[in-house]
């Protein structure tokens, strides 16, 4: 049965590959685990009705996997928030930062939570460069995310080494079985846990300290926990309606959006070591020597992140 998805609404550059993935059908992973698709059905469309947070940062990012509807919601973000572009960019430049690092400190093998359309600097690849035998399970619930990740993997991946799935992190007991039956990762060993700009797309009622609290326990000894957040807390009083005008776009739009306090995103570590220099906002995270963006006023990207190490 052909996928539920308007054509006439698609980008073609990504459709036409995203229609032949559900043909071809999803090899690179084993058997699903409760509520984790790792064989997403065709019937499970892409939601053209709605735009998507992992679609429109892929606008952001300069990508194609976009469809006009999270392109006029970002374009609509983006008079309201000028720096949401670069914002991006910022946050991008973390993870490519926080991988190297948990690589240098002997991570090879990372969960993904919420790991976006591939773009540049995918954690896969960035890990490769420094250790080619690493590992990655990718896991994100927005279709058209895991269908390019997948496309990407059949590609360039190898199976025994990537693997992606469709599911929501909420479900931490489902997503945790099933990124270890995908045989990508070893519990035995630590594991670096990506949970880069997404835990801001959990609202309050998710309990979202909850949550990532269950992973905290999950992980083995040594693992790196590694977050991004969005937050309010730099925003001059004189630019803080707009920013608040932001998050009201993005929640009228069905995108569950909530910066939150440096203090709360603090707490997502738990005892967790934070790895210098602490939880700072991303353009000073591990910034010496790279190029970094928004060096001069890093609060202005409105990011702040981290690496907590598991005791
Ligand atoms: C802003 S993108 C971040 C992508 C990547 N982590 C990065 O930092 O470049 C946020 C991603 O989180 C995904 N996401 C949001 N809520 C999620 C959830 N509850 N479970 C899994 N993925 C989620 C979105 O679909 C989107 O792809």
Known sequence: ??????????????????????RVGWRLTNKGVGRVNDRPDP????????????????YFLGGTANWAIDRVLGDKLSELVPIIRTGAQVNRE?????????????????????????????????????DPDSR?????????????ARILLERDGDPDRHAVLQADLRDVDAVWKAALATGVLDPSRPIGLLMVSVLHFLDPQDEVSEVVAQYRELLPPGSHLVISHA??????????RQFEAGVELYRASGIAASPRDRD????????????????????????????????????????????GIKG
Request: with cysteine; glycine share 10%.
């Open 1 to 22: 049965m052909p996928p539920k998805v308007s054509v006439t609404a698609g980008n073609s550059q990504v459709l036409v590959p995203f229609l032949l993935t559900c």
């Open 43 to 58: 019937a499970d469309a892409i939601d053209l009705g709605h735009p998507n947070s992992a679609r429109v940062y892929d």
């Open 264 to 307: 709360t995103i603090r707490a997502y570590f738990g005892d967790f070591a934070l790895a210098e220099p602490g939880l700072t906002w991303l353009p000073e995270w591990q910034a010496a020597g790279h190029q970094v963006l928004l060096r001069e006023r890093p609060e202005a990207c409105c990011f702040v992140g981290g690496l």
């Open 94 to 130: 973390f993870l490519g930062r926080a991988v190297r690092y948990a690589v240098g400190n002997g991570i090879t093998q990372f969960l993904d939570l919420g790991s976006g359309v591939p773009t540049v600097g995918n954690v896969h690849e960035v890990a490769d460069e420094i």
């Open 136 to 148: 990655c399970v990718y896991v994100d619930r927005e279709p058209v995310a895991v269908a390019h």
């Open 231 to 240: 937050t309010l807390d730099a925003v001059p009083e004189a630019e803080l």
